[in-house]
């Protein structure tokens, strides 16, 4: 299962970041994966995966996976690319699972979503179970409101890029004045929280604009409130 993993996120990976933290682009993927001259596919995805990995391979060995995740010091390399605080995340507050469930993806069945529960079994402890990990994930979306978040919050920006996969998960229509969707043409996953590029399309840039607009609205009404507590505190000690 880990080696299906492992090859399937050569397009998971290169999807959700294209153009931001590997150099490796869909552009780069599709023009291998379609270039016949390298031979039957097999050979063209190992093209994709020597270039990838700079021809040093995959390691697929899931026992030296799971000890690596269970790595908690603070400089442990793990822990410094915030790699088991996500799988943390997704094992105790929305899942939010890579699966090959679906019958529209090419790389069979071999990593279902029980085998998602199984790591995090194995990396945390046999209390995230399936039962565990459902039942938080109702709390999560119940505590925050899931679809119907509109109904519990203000003050929330949601970015996504119309490249990343997990837009589709997102809110991509503004719900308020207070709850605004920015919908960013041609970028992938966190665009907008990376340092600014020349090299940049426009909508990105003009997202980041918006972005601080919004925050320092948001700013102004949080000075005022603080100025408004502060002056009633003062008032009421001179009485």
Not at 18 to 43: F, H, Q, W
Not at 58 to 64: A, D, G, K, P
Request: charged share 15%.
């Amino acid at each position: 299962m880990k080696l299906a993993v492992a090859l399937a996120s050569n397009f998971m990976n290169v999807v959700q970041s294209n153009n931001l933290t590997d150099p490796y682009t869909i552009r780069d993927l599709c023009n291998t994966m379609t270039n016949v001259s390298i031979g039957e596919a097999v050979k063209r995805y190992a093209a994709v995966n020597i270039a990838r990995t700079k021809g040093r391979g995959l390691n697929v060995n899931y026992s030296f996976y799971v000890d690596l995740m269970k790595q908690t010091g603070w400089t442990s390399p793990i822990v410094v690319a915030q790699a088991r605080q996500w799988v943390f995340q997704t094992c105790s507050q929305f899942a939010f699972y890579q699966t090959s469930d679906s019958k529209d993806q090419p790389f069979g069945s071999l990593f279902p979503l029980k085998f998602s529960i199984q790591q995090c079994m194995d990396i945390f402890g046999d209390q995230f179970n399936q039962s565990a990990i459902q039942a938080a994930v109702d709390w999560t979306n119940n505590y925050y409101g899931g679809w119907n978040i509109s109904t519990s919050v203000t003050n929330i920006v949601f970015p996504n890029g119309s490249i990343d996969p997990w837009h589709a998960l997102g809110i991509t229509k503004s719900l308020s004045e207070d709850l605004v969707a920015i919908f960013i043409t041609g970028t992938a996953h966190c665009a907008n929280m990376y340092p600014a590029r020349s090299s940049d399309p426009p909508g990105l840039t003009a997202a980041r604009q918006h972005i601080t607009q919004l925050i320092g609205k948001v700013r102004f009404k949080l000075i005022k409130i603080i100025l408004e507590i502060y002056h009633d505190h003062t008032f009421s000690i001179v009485i």
